[in-house]
């Protein structure tokens, strides 16, 4: 064997398994079903593939800031990969690993390779990892440790990590630091608020991470709101939800409480009345709510994983890297778009879905939409469907966003989308019969406005029974439809309004048992939906679903504008 460039170890840990090398990047969350670690993205290359127990090679993760929380399930749960192998940076996954180690016990390494030696390792078929280097047929790849840079800790960060504030905190201490040498940060910075991304119930590891940390006597520092949760918290017994899934559930999510998070059960925070403003620092997680917030509102925040939202909720602190400094947020690549003048809502999720795919790990500008005029809505659909097939933290459009001037680096690259691109993508999250069972609305979770146009969009009509119509909301757009009579005329035409859930955290029954095709405006909830509850999911228009409410019928078609 001859020595190649060498590895970094970002989590140390012995480790021996088959190669499963994937094409493209993945959310765990979402994308792998913690119970078996088998891929479910139904999107992804390598659907179906198992890597339980294999050193599993991606370029990095992308998607859902949970995906640590489904890493650290299945760590737990003895059906991890044997180690994850990056060729880019990476954060959600290796945080996942880090409390692994750190809490539990359980070792999961996790490693940085060149490209060149990312794609030699990716040709052979069997892998053991030791301390000092990687073995795998003729590839021997030596492995460094993290650079010891100067980190420089503030005196009240020192006291925090020698427990002057308590175990908790000086737990969160310790992750926050591992997490900022790894993304190469020198220091910590002040965060004003937190959100709270890890309280969805991924499995038995959410809750004994939350559970863990409370009997410590965590205790939030900042205001901190709260994500969607996995059960309706009032309702989950009436609407028949199993005890086994209901309880711990509700657990984990009256544990944050405990912790003195905020109750908001909302995915959408920045529809909240104290939503952030430009230039603010804030520690979010979630990933629509973090590209939301950089990108429309100007906050700072990275992408923060699950179990790291909850150490910057009781420190104030961040790793001060990413998009917290002006060099993250530049734009290294410049998409135009070719879209007609006059197109509908549904425009907004394949722009966010296609820009993803072409800047997989970096920071985009977007040209060519600043005439369309999108309202703050058609952000929220275009950062969401952008998150989902992206790791970035951010996006820009030009002529629409904060910071988006002069925000392009010297020499980015460039690219385009095309309406042949659009109506491309159109088709591959189209797939499904014409005769709908379910229309799901608010992934992210639905504005007031978007509760209106669908309201206004059935013009009075009455559901179809053999198609069930839900909105999923938080607490305050609820209280605002309530006040204002949309919830009253959406109820006559039928259709349900629903808090606390999103349809990226329902589950059955609640999640109608007999839902075999789902019609939705939601770009997200077309590329998670199907892995995430076994039905064929359609990306529609809001006319494609009113009408489906109505008829119980949406025949697959391409948009009038892209026709």
């Known amino acids: 064997m001859t020595p190649m460039h060498s590895a970094l170890s970002i989590v140390d840990g012995p480790a021996r398994g088959p190669v499963v090398a994937l094409s493209e990047g993945l959310s765990f969350w979402g994308g792998v079903d913690p119970a078996t ?62 409390v692994a180690g750190e809490m539990f016990g359980h070792a999961l390494p ?26 795998a047929g003729e590839c021997l790849l030596p492995i460094a440790r993290l650079p010891v840079t100067a980190f420089e800790l503030a005196p009240a960060d020192r006291a925090m990590l020698d427990g002057a504030e308590g175990e908790a905190t000086a737990q ?22 937190a959100h709270i991304d890890g309280c969805i119930y991924a499995g038995p590891a959410n809750l004994v ?39 711990p559930a509700a657990r984990l999510a009256d544990a944050y409480v405990g912790m003195g998070c905020r109750p908001t059960f909302t995915c959408a925070p920045y529809l909240l009345d104290d939503a952030p403003g430009c230039g603010d620092i804030i520690g979010w997680s979630e990933s629509n709510a973090v590209i939301f ?16 939202d909850l150490c910057i909720a009781l420190t104030g602190r961040a790793p001060l890297a990413g998009p917290y400094l002006d060099a993250g947020r530049r734009a290294a690549l410049v998409v135009d778009i070719d879209l007609p003048e006059r197109i509908g809502s549904e425009a907004w999720p394949l722009v ?21 005029a999108p309202r703050h809505d058609d952000l929220k659909a275009l950062c969401a469907a952008f998150g989902t097939t992206s790791a970035a933290p951010m996006l820009h459009v030009e002529g629409v966003t904060p910071e988006a001037e002069g925000c392009a680096m010297p020499g980015a690259d460039l690219a385009t989308i095309s309406r042949a691109d659009l109506a491309a993508a159109w088709r591959r999250l189209n797939e499904g019969a014409a005769e709908i069972d379910l229309v799901a609305i608010g992934s992210p979770h639905a504005s007031l406005n978007e509760c209106q146009m669908l309201a206004d969009a059935l013009a009075g009509r009455a559901r179809d029974p053999r198609v069930r119509g839900m909105i999923t909301a938080g607490r305050q757009v609820l209280a605002a439809a309530e006040a204002d009579g949309t919830r009253s005329r959406l109820s006559a035409s039928g259709i349900e309004m629903i808090p606390d859930l999103c349809w990226c955290s329902i589950s059955r029954p609640v999640f109608p048992r007999q839902a075999r095709t789902v019609l939705t405006t939601s ?17 529609g228009t809001l006319a494609d ?8 019928f949406a025949p697959p078609r391409l948009p009038d504008w892209l026709v």
């Open 172 to 193: 969160a201490m310790r992750i926050l630091v591992a997490m900022a040498r790894q993304q190469g940060a020198e220091r910590l910075v002040d965060v004003i608020c």
């Open 352 to 372: 966010g879905y296609l820009a993803g795919r072409l800047a997989p790990e970096r920071v985009p500008l977007l040209r060519g939409l600043a005439d369309l």
């Open 523 to 539: 770009g997200k909830y077309a590329h998670y939906g199907p892995g995430l509850s076994g039905c064929a999911v359609r990306l």
């Open 209 to 247: 991470f939350a559970e863990a940390m409370a009997a410590k006597g965590a205790r939030v520092r900042v205001p901190t709101t709260m994500n969607a949760i996995s059960v309706d918290a009032e309702n989950w017994r009436k609407q028949g939800v199993a005890p086994v899934f209901g309880e």
């Open 37 to 98: 670690g088998r891929i479910i993205d139904a999107h992804h290359p390598q659907c179906g593939a198992n890597l339980a127990g294999a050193v599993v090679l991606m370029p990095t993760s992308r998607g859902s800031c949970s995906g640590s929380g489904v890493v650290l399930e299945l760590t737990l749960a003895g059906r991890a990969p044997a180690a994850l192998v990056f060729a880019e940076a990476e954060d959600v996954a290796t945080l996942g690993a880090l």
């Open 545 to 552: 679903c009113a009408d489906a409410l109505a008829t119980g």
């Open 293 to 308: 917030a950089n990108s429309v509102l100007g906050a700072r925040t990275a992408k923060h994983p699950d179990f790291l």
């Open 110 to 135: 996790v490693l940085r390779l060149s490209p060149d030696a990312h794609a030699a390792l990716a040709r052979e078929t069997f892998a053991t990892i030791d301390r000092d280097a990687i073995r």
